[in-house]
C-alpha cells in the first residue's frame, strides 16, 4: 500500500470544507461501485453540511441495484441536463476519463470549478485539478472507507451497505487478484457495521432477463473450437437474432464469455454475437490472463475496442464469417503458443 491516500486526504478535505455547492455522477452503465461511491460520498458531504447533487449520468439507473439505501438521492439527469457553473466543486468518482462521466459531449469544466478524481483504475487519465488514483486497491468504495477514515467522519450503516456492495462487486464477490488482506479487513469493518447485505448481492446476482438467458441458450448451442480446443468461440448469427425477434443486450455477451471460461483446457474464449447484419460484438475471456492478455486482441481489432487483461470486448463491422477469421488470425498471431 502506498501512502498516496494518507497525502490527498486532508487537502481533498480542506478542498470540500471550501466548497458548498457539490456534484456527484455515476459513470455510463453504473456498477455498484459507482452507485455505492457515489452514495456514501453523498452521505458523507451531508454529514460535512455540504449542498450535494447527485447525477445518474449516460444510463439509467440500473433495475438491480435497487436496494440501494437512499437512491433517490441520485437524480435521474445527465451531464447535458445541468449547469456546470452552478457548482464550485465535481467529485469524479471510480471514473479513470472523462468519457465516464458523459459520451453525450465533449467535457469541459469551467475554470471557476474545482474537480477531485478518486479511482482505482490504473488507466486514470488524471483529469482533475486533485487526482487520488490508487490501482493497488480493489475499489473506489475501498479507497472512500480509508479516506472516511481519516477524516474522522462516521461511516452509518447506510454508507457502510454501499460501500460493502460495491467491495464485492468489484472483486468479483472477493475474488479477483486485488481483493488483499487489507479489501477483506475493510469489508469486515463495514459488515460488522452493517451485516444486512445479502438481499443487495441476491439482487445484484439473480436479476437476468429472459431475453439473455434465452441467448444463452443460443449461444451454448453453438461452439466452435480452434487451436486443439484451446481457443472457443460461441456464435449467434443476425438469422437467429431476427428469427427469435430478439435484441442485443449489453451483457449477453460477456454473461456466455464467462460461461466458456469455467472450462479447464479453453484457454481463450469469445463470444460472438452478430446483432446487426454485419456488426459483430465480441467478449473475450481467458483463464490465465499472464499468459493471455485478451486486452490485446480486443484492442487490435475491430472497433472501440479494450478492457482488461482477463476480459475485455471490441467490435467487428464484417460479416460474421469474415469477423470469426479476423478474430482467430489475430488471436495466433498475438499468442503463437496456442496454435501448437
Ligand atoms: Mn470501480
Known sequence: MTDQIKELASKILETIQKSNKILLHCHPYPDPDSVGSVLAMSSALKKLGKNV???????????NLLEFPNREWIQPK??????????????ILDSSSPSQITQFTEITFP????????????????????????????????????????????????????????????TGGFKYPKCTPETLHTAYKLAKINPNY??????????????????????????EKYFS?????????????????????????????????????????????????????????TRDENKFDVSKIA??????????????GTTIKEPLNKAKATLLKAIGQTFPELRK
Open 53 to 63: 447533487t447527485a447525477i445518474v449520468g449516460d444510463t439509467e439507473y440500473p433495475q
Open 78 to 91: 445527465n451531464y447535458t441536463q445541468i449547469d456546470l457553473n452552478e457548482f464550485d466543486l465535481f467529485l
Open 111 to 170: 475554470k471557476s470549478m474545482n474537480t477531485i478524481v478518486i479511482d482505482h483504475h490504473d488507466t486514470n487519465s488524471r483529469f482533475g485539478k486533485i487526482n487520488l488514483v490508487e490501482p493497488t486497491y480493489s475499489s473506489t468504495s475501498q479507497i472512500l472507507h480509508k479516506l472516511f477514515r481519516l477524516w474522522h467522519i462516521e461511516i452509518d450503516p447506510d454508507m457502510a451497505i454501499c460501500l460493502f456492495v460495491g467491495i464485492f462487486a468489484d
Open 198 to 223: 445479502h438481499k443487495l448481492i441476491f439482487n445484484l446476482e439473480n436479476n437476468k432477463k429472459p431475453i439473455e438467458i434465452e441467448m444463452t441458450g443460443l449461444a451454448l448451442f453453438s461452439i
Open 229 to 285: 480446443d484451446r481457443v472457443v468461440f460461441s456464435v449467434i448469427p443476425y438469422e437467429e437474432i431476427q428469427k427469435r425477434k430478439l435484441s442485443k443486450s449489453d451483457a449477453m455477451e460477456g454473461l456466455v464469455a464467462n460461461l466458456l471460461r469455467a472450462v479447464i483446457g479453453w484457454d481463450l474464449v469469445a463470444s460472438l454475437v452478430e446483432a446487426e447484419p454485419d456488426v459483430v460484438t465480441v467478449s473475450l475471456r
Open 299 to 312: 484492442k487490435s481489432v475491430g472497433e472501440k475496442g479494450g478492457g482488461h487483461k482477463g476480459a475485455a
